[in-house]
């Protein structure tokens, strides 16, 4: 392999504001995907491969373009599928720059312990997706069977390396944030997602998205009563609760 595609690249503001540089991420978006969801939200990259070819030192440079035009941190978005190929050029990256740009690792949950242990070497700030647990929902959008057990074993590798997190303040510097999209058809598994989580002894942040953009029948939000169910179990199970990139206070 001698290139990488990428679809997009630029500043923009990181979902979660509480990961420290997200008010001015230098966000880089690959192309192509390692699954197939069928809710993607980003069919031009995970299906049609969208992008421009960039060879390792290109991109390499396209990292430094981004600190040069003010990003505070450096968020990569689904780059388990070139991990062989951009490795070097962020282990450059952390070299050159030290731990003063946190390194965001946008992945899919759907990676192996050994996958993530590599990643861990160079990421400050993990942002995995929980999506599915039960074996029915993931075959129902089109996720691998095993899915939700993949993921469970992902988080556990991450939390191993990434427990205890590094706040500057309010802002995290080093730790997790899981996300889960709420898909209002399997309200259940949400749930199940949780415990899951919490079966792990994962006491971390976890984000929940409301709005689900559905293919071909457009946005959905999880009704309140869902969303609020779910917090009150995260937080019941020792899990720190976020909506739509927000803590969600108790009380
Ligand atoms: S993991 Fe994300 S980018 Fe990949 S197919 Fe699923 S929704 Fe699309």
Same mark, same amino acid.
């Given at each position: 392999v001698k290139s990488v595609r990428i679809l997009q690249s630029g500043l923009h503001r990181g979902e979660e504001s509480i990961v420290f *540089?997200?008010?001015?991420?230098?966000?880089?978006? /690959?192309?192509? !995907?390692?699954?197939?969801?069928s809710f993607c939200y980003t069919p031009e990259t995970s299906r049609d #491969?969208?992008?421009? @070819?960039?060879?390792?030192?290109? #991109?390499?440079? %396209?990292l430094e373009s981004l600190v040069e035009q003010g990003a505070r941190n450096i968020s990569l978005i689904s780059p388990s599928h070139v991990w062989n190929f951009i490795e070097p050029a962020l282990q450059q990256f952390k070299h050159t720059h030290g731990g003063y740009y946190p390194l965001i690792l946008k992945v899919s949950g759907f990676e192996s312990p050994?996958?993530?242990?590599? /990643?861990?070497?160079?990421? &400050?700030? /993990?942002?995995? @997706?929980?999506?599915?647990? &039960?074996?029915?929902?993931?075959?129902?959008?089109? %996720?691998p069977k095993h899915y939700g057990?993949?993921?469970?074993?992902?988080?556990?590798?991450?939390?191993?390396?990434?427990?205890?997190? +590094?706040?500057? *303040? +309010?802002? %995290?510097?080093?730790? +997790?944030?899981v996300r889960h999209l709420l898909m209002p058809?399997?309200?259940?598994?949400?749930?199940?997602?949780?415990?899951?989580?919490?079966?792990?002894?994962?006491? *971390?942040?976890?984000? /929940?998205? +409301? !709005?689900?953009?559905?293919?071909?029948?457009?946005?959905k939000r999880?009704?309140?009563?869902?969303? &609020?169910?779910?917090? *009150?179990?995260a937080r019941s199970l020792g899990i720190v609760p976020m909506?739509?990139?927000?803590l969600r206070q108790a009380g």
């Open positions: *540089g997200n008010d001015r991420s230098g966000m880089v978006v /690959f192309s192509g !995907c390692h699954l197939s969801c #491969f969208i992008g421009k @070819d960039f060879s390792l030192e290109a #991109f390499s440079s %396209l050994a996958q993530i242990r590599r /990643f861990a070497r160079v990421a &400050d700030v /993990f942002v995995p @997706d929980f999506k599915v647990w &039960d074996e029915s929902v993931a075959t129902a959008v089109a %996720l057990r993949v993921a469970q074993a992902a988080l556990k590798a991450i939390d191993e390396s990434h427990r205890a997190p +590094t706040w500057e *303040g +309010t802002v %995290l510097r080093r730790g +997790t944030v058809d399997y309200a259940p598994d949400s749930c199940d997602v949780v415990k899951a989580a919490w079966q792990i002894g994962y006491h *971390g942040l976890m984000n /929940f998205m +409301t !709005c689900f953009i559905e293919p071909g029948k457009g946005l999880a009704p309140a009563h869902q969303v &609020d169910a779910l917090v *009150g179990q909506v739509d990139g927000q």
